[in-house]
Nanobody
């Protein structure tokens, strides 16, 4: 089992920045990938970014490329999401996820085993 705890959400004006953190505990050695997803009210949970836990390669949704950066600190078992140039349409609950599955792509929520409780990000006009 892997436990995930997110932090860092909040309210920010458009154009501002936030950094989300996700601390993992438990069987972290089984993690192959960590990702961030987001879900706005009345919408599906969408992929935002992912990082291979050991290789460090990253993947981004087109909507956040150039604005968001995912990174990890293996020693702290923590993944980060630096969000810059935030837009009102970025408003959502952001979820951290961990995957122990061997898959080629990592943009589907079905490819992740463990989830955090979510943290609210609100971007005002």
């Amino acid at each position: 089992q892997v436990q995930l705890v997110e932090s860092g959400g909040g309210l920010v004006q458009a154009g501002g920045s936030l950094r989300l953190s996700c601390a993992a505990s438990g069987r972290t050695s089984s993690m192959l990938r960590m990702g961030w997803f987001r879900q706005a009210p009345g919408k599906e949970r969408d992929f935002v970014a992912a990082i291979r836990w050991y290789a460090g390669s990253t993947y981004y949704a087109d909507s956040v490329k150039g604005r968001f950066t995912i990174s990890r600190d293996n020693a702290k078992n923590t993944v980060y999401l630096q969000m810059n140039s935030l837009k009102p349409e970025d408003t959502a609950v952001y979820y951290c996820a961990a995957s122990t599955m061997i898959t080629v792509v990592a943009v589907s929520a079905d490819e992740y085993d463990y989830w955090g409780q979510g943290t609210q990000v609100t971007v005002s006009f």
